[in-house]
């Protein structure tokens, strides 16, 4: 066992030397698709298959390695840690590298750096090896199409999006790769563009996540301003919290400034770290929350107040990406594209970008509970909504987008309220049973002649045996009625977190927000169950498509498996095995996160307006939460096995059916958006139109083009070439020159 | 010749010639007349000098109107070569149909 531990302990490849080679895990893939959308053409079907599986493979290899050099702790020897160019303490359990200067402009400054520590080493291992069994599942969804190397060549290009935002080590590297996985998901929505509608969807996805990258930027340039606020302002005794000696933490974390500018995460560390929440519990700090900034644009300003600012747009940013309240409407319409694309934006990487932002960044979070209250009711809000939502979907594809909705809702609700570790913990194990559910559908449309209604399905549990189980398996797992799986545990975790986490002066909302966490488990076990009930219980469905579905290749069904055992197999992160700090067993996750939540911990513990919670879930919690899910599992395999079995053709209840209708609208918010926003977007911009078209259209350029041609039209007759007009000319010259000499002469 | 016309009388005939050939150039079609009328303007010209050389006495306006007949007859020669070669070509000496100045 010693021995077994040591070799997990001890990279094979010494951390320091591999962190220079990180680049090579962005740079597989990029090639891939580089390779896959230039020569795809030429290449060959199964020359791209194996370029693109084998990229994402080979970097989730290094992936692997670089998360073992994370770890990396030989007995004797001493853990792993960077160098922090920002304060004289190391960064712990952190590999990265500077590939130097990208760009500067005066004093702002952003580096070429990656860097890989617990989280996003978690993260590079859910993104590559979820992303390379969604590979894997591809080619043979994708064997029929035409345009395959585009499709391999996108996917390619998502996991090198995606990876670049998870190795980032400032924001605006980060922003890069945000702006990519935005890129790809438009492609891969839009995928087959030749269908209008969904080219329209993909589009749809393009633009709202543009409204939260918008919001995003101006958060960055907001942080920027504050970091140079602070920067000036700060006096020696601000930095007493970071470093041992104060002043040579206040001019390291200066250097720092100049060597990699503001926006680099171990720098905001040190800012947050160094920003005490009032001036009471720091007198010597010439600093708080509630000192105004004295100069640049944001003068007149509290440091706190435009914190929550930042924060807030963070939090649209996030929304976007994340698919949250406002911004969630692009996810459901997001099932255009090809289902493995649905998989991979669901699973494991575009929508846990905004959990991870916030994870991320979690040390300024906890600052402002305020912009934390806002996360956690956000999340809880959209969660509750899309669950609701998802009752009355029929589309196999969109009870399962709204799941997700519903789902990252929940890990926002975590992220709100502090337990930042329960909210990674239920991206990862989501991003397995996600996945497995996403591709389970994939394969019953595959198996059923692309039918996604699932009154039109049924009966296929003896069918399609091997995504039968695994079906199942996901959904216990996300429903929690298995009460051994990691979906269970992982948002019973969230959900104590919720519960226990007090932010100061908002008491009342952790109890709120606990209850409707449960009743969004509640809403998850029961629509999860109807999904599986109607599609594989009960009758084949007289109107199916074909009569016998067939089983999926093996392509197919292998990720499907794998996906199913890692749906119960990440249990082992939520158990308290691990001791902590304290002496207390932590579960694996929390402990294992301890190093990057850290500055978050101690900003909650000395700020006192955080209330961060260790204590386990105990057996009445663990209780109750099962209870839950087996009521709405039991309800809804009660009603739609016995009550209704709803196939299409028997309408619903009466009762039920403007309940149904409405649910069945979205709640109509797409509609609201469109009469609140897209309309008087779209009359504003007609009149913009208008005024542009008459004065620059009609009147400018219109106008030279007349003017040009009048003077045409009216000198090209003297240009006849008839040497009598120009004879006759000349003459009347002559007569006119005469004329005036004789009016001189008689003058 | 003492009782010799006036000098002004035979300015006026020349300004009357001259006038007669500008019209002629301006209005007629046919190149031929064209060039009948460009050798009237010519003449008008040459009666002027003439004119004056008789009233200064000297013979530097004969010489000028020697040369402006041989440069006319010069002139009609290579004009006339010019419009037999368009007639050849075109099949007409209608000057409003050979409009090649303006290219």
Same mark, same amino acid.
């Given at each position: 066992m010693e021995a077994l531990k040591s070799f997990f302990m001890t990279a094979p490849v010494e951390p320091a030397v591999f962190a220079q080679s990180l680049w090579l895990i962005i740079a597989l893939p990029l090639l891939g698709a580089f390779v896959c959308g230039v020569f795809g053409k030429k290449l060959g079907r199964g020359n791209v298959h194996l370029i693109a599986c084998a990229t994402v493979a080979g970097s989730f290899v290094l992936s692997a390695l670089a998360f073992w050099c994370v770890n990396h702790a030989p007995p004797g020897g001493s853990p792993v840690s960077m160098e922090n160019p920002f304060s004289s303490s190391a960064v712990r359990y952190a590999i990265g590298y500077d590939y130097g200067t990208w760009f500067a402009a005066g004093d702002f400054r952003v580096n070429f750096g990656l860097m890989v520590d617990h989280l996003s080493g978690v993260m590079l291992l859910v993104i590559t090896g979820v992303g390379f069994l969604i590979h894997v599942y591809s080619t043979s969804y994708m064997e029929?199409?035409?345009?395959g190397w585009r499709y391999f060549s996108y996917l390619n290009l998502f996991i090198a999006a995606m990876l670049t935002l998870v190795l980032a080590d400032n924001l605006v590297l980060l922003f890069v790769g945000w702006e990519g996985v935005g890129l790809a998901s438009y492609l891969l929505i839009g995928f087959w563009y030749t269908d209008a509608a969904k080219a329209w969807a993909g589009r749809k996805a393009f633009v709202t996540n543009r409204i939260g990258d918008f919001a995003f930027l101006i958060a960055s340039f907001l942080l920027v301003l504050l970091v140079s606020a602070f920067s000036t302002q700060a006096n020696v005794g601000n930095y007493a919290t970071v470093g041992v000696n104060a002043e040579a933490a206040q001019a390291r974390y200066r250097e720092g400034l100049e060597l !990699?500018?503001?926006?680099s995460f171990p720098g905001l560390e040190i800012l947050a770290n160094a920003v005490p929440t009032t001036t009471e519990n720091n007198t010597q700090a010439a600093l708080s929350l509630q000192t105004t900034i004295q100069e640049g644009p944001l003068a007149g300003r509290t440091f706190g107040g435009v914190l929550t600012v930042t924060l807030l747009l963070f939090l649209l940013g996030a929304a976007g990406k994340s698919a949250?309240?406002?911004?969630?409407?692009w996810l459901p319409d997001a099932m255009a594209g090809p289902t493995p694309v649905s998989a991979l934006i669901h699973a494991a990487t575009m929508v846990t970008a905004g959990v991870y932002l916030f994870c991320r960044m979690s040390y300024l979070l906890v600052l402002s509970p305020t912009a934390m209250l806002t996360v956690a009711i956000i999340g809880a809000f959209t969660a509750l909504l899309a669950a609701l939502i998802a009752f009355a979907q029929d589309d196999i594809k969109k009870v399962l987008a709204y799941s997700t909705v519903s789902q990252l809702g929940l890990m926002f609700m975590g992220v709100g309220t502090g337990i930042f570790w329960a909210a990674v913990l239920h991206l990862v194990t989501h991003a397995f049973f996600k996945a497995c559910l996403f591709l389970g559908a994939g394969s019953v449309m595959h198996g059923n002649g692309d039918e996604t209604d699932i009154k039109k399905l049924g009966g296929l549990r003896g069918e399609m045996r091997t995504t039968w189980w695994t079906f199942l398996v996901a959904t216990l797992t996300i429903t929690g009625i298995l009460p051994l799986s990691s979906g269970f545990l992982s948002k019973d975790a969230l959900l104590h977190g919720v519960h226990h986490n007090h932010l100061v002066g908002f008491e009342g909302a952790a109890t709120a927000l606990y209850v409707v966490g449960l009743v969004i488990a509640l809403c998850t076990a029961f629509y999860m169950t109807r999904v599986y009930v109607l599609t594989f219980e009960g009758e084949r469905s007289k109107e199916a498509r074909v009569a016998h579905a067939h089983e999926s290749s093996r392509y197919m069904t292998v990720p499907l498996v794998i996906l199913a055992f890692l749906s119960i197999a990440a249990l082992w992160y939520a158990l308290p095995l691990m001791p902590g700090r304290s002496g207390i067993k932590q579960p694996v996750m929390e402990n294992f996160l301890g190093p990057v939540f850290a500055s978050a911990e101690r900003i909650a513990a000395r700020g006192a307006q955080v209330k961060l919670d260790h204590s386990l879930p105990s057996g009445l919690d663990y209780a109750i939460a099962w209870v839950t899910a087996l009521v709405g599992g039991g309800l809804a395999a009660f009603a739609y096995r016995?009550?209704?079995?709803?196939?299409?053709?028997?309408?619903?209840p009466v009762w039920a059916r403007s309940v149904r209708r409405f649910t069945q609208n979205k709640f109509y918010v797409d509609e609201v958006y469109d009469f609140l926003i897209i309309r008087p977007v779209k009359g504003v911009g007609t009149i913009v139109f208008k005024m542009v078209e008459t004065v620059?259209? !009609?009147?400018l350029v219109h106008g030279t083009a007349w003017v040009t041609n009048f003077a045409g039209i009216t000198l090209r007759y003297l240009q006849t070439g008839d040497a009598q007009a120009y004879a006759t000319v000349m003459a009347l010259a002559l007569l006119g020159g005469a004329v005036y000499a004789i009016i001189q002469v008689l003058n | 010749m003492a009782n010799s016309v006036d000098i002004k009388y035979y300015l006026i005939l020349a300004a009357i010639l001259f006038c007669l050939g500008m019209f002629g150039v301006l209005v007629r079609r046919n190149a031929l007349v064209v060039f009948m009328c460009v050798e009237l303007m010519l003449n008008a010209a040459n009666l002027t000098f003439l004119s004056f050389a008789k009233q200064n006495g000297d013979l530097t306006g004969h010489v000028s109107a020697f040369f402006v007949i041989a440069v006319a007859a010069a002139e009609a020669s290579i004009g006339l070569a010019i419009v037999i070669a368009v007639f050849r070509s075109r099949?007409?000496?209608n000057i409003e149909e050979i409009r090649t100045m303006k290219h």
């Open positions: 029929h199409d035409e345009s !990699k500018g503001p926006l949250q309240f406002p911004l969630y409407v016995k009550y209704f079995p709803a196939r299409a053709g028997t309408p619903a620059i259209d !009609k009147g | 099949g007409t000496v």
